[in-house]
């Protein structure tokens, strides 16, 4: 496989290219580090929304939106699919790295994240990238500092000045966008968990709706969130049976039926007290190639009604 980070910075090119188009802002830290604005202090929007979701995936799968509906409402929904689930969705989509430093605080994603490869997902898919720049989309609502891309570098062994940046908050147009197009790594990421070979995943699909953009972060989180939890439909092709299948959708935990702010609230915002049960798409469908094909779990467009305010 070809570097991850190589080819997500021909997509850095072309948003800093199109920056006026796409109502985004590139600027350079005073250690040369590279800042995108993809949706704090700039506007975004959907096509902004999907060049980030194709960064976070390093061109490794094709990204669209369509036309759905909730509750009877048309809503946008953003499609995903990918022939490489293992690479593009673990070791590049998947936001695994948690931002602390000085003071700021975000969410990090993409591929920058397979140049440190210490998470789990790489030993059970066997990469990890060697490169010279490193690409980084941080979600936050604040826009990251020369601390953060020093930290960065540091990890990803690199020099500042090959930092790339794209960030985004939650409560914006790309944010709604690029966490809809995580349905598909939301299954892949809950199977492995559950103990199947990600190399056996070959192929994945995911939709999702498009949460109605808040400036209130934390109405953002649970909206985006109830958006994969309640909305979210993935097709998995795989190669082996598996006995654990039925555990797959979000309806297999205790805890479904709730709103995910509710969910946050009652924990005081701590992540690490939310099971990891919940962090699923609500219907799955797994094809075992040359086997049976599972229908798993249902939408709730009740539920998504009540999140969304329609």
């Known amino acids: 496989m070809e570097s991850l980070n190589r080819m997500a910075l021909e997509l850095v090119d072309e948003a800093i290219d199109f920056a006026d ?10 250690n040369e580090a590279t800042v995108l604005d993809f949706g704090v202090e700039e506007n975004g929007g959907m096509e902004a929304g999907l060049l980030l979701a194709e960064l ?5 799968a094709t990204i669209q939106t369509r036309m759905g509906d909730v509750a009877g409402a048309p809503i946008p929904h953003v499609e995903l699919s990918t022939d490489h689930p293992a690479v593009a969705l673990l070791c590049s ?11 700021f605080e975000g969410l990090g994603s993409g591929p920058a994240r397979a140049l440190v490869a210490e998470e789990d997902e790489y030993r059970r898919v066997g990469y990890t990238d060697a490169f010279d720049f490193a690409v980084l989309a941080v979600e936050s609502d604040t826009l990251p500092t020369e601390d953060v891309a020093e930290h960065v570098a540091d990890l ?39 103990g199947y070979d990600p190399l056996d ?11 109605p953009v808040s400036y209130d972060e934390a109405t953002a989180i649970g909206r985006t969130n109830d958006a994969l939890a309640y909305g979210g439909k993935v097709h998995l092709t795989v190669a082996e049976e598996f006995d654990r299948f039925d555990e797959l959708p979000s309806s297999a935990s205790e805890e479904y039926g709730t709103t995910f702010e509710t969910f946050f609230d009652d924990a005081d915002w701590n992540f690490e007290e939310i099971p990891e049960s919940v962090f699923a798409p609500a219907q799955v469908t797994v094809d075992v190639v040359n086997g049976p094909t599972h229908v798993l779990g249902e939408t709730n467009d009740d539920l998504l009604k009540t999140s969304f305010d329609l």
């Open 21 to 30: 188009e796409l109502n985004v802002a590139a600027y350079e830290l005073d």
């Open 56 to 60: 976070q995936t390093a061109g490794l």
């Open 93 to 103: 989509q998947k936001a695994g790295w948690e931002l602390g430093v000085e003071g």
């Open 156 to 194: 990803a062994e690199v020099k500042p000045n090959s930092v790339y940046l794209p960030t985004f908050a939650t409560g914006s147009m790309a944010g709604s966008i690029t966490v809809a197009s995580r349905a598909a790594e939301l299954a892949v990421f809950r199977l492995t968990e559950l």
């Open 201 to 211: 995943i070959r192929s994945a699909m995911g939709s999702a709706p498009v949460a």
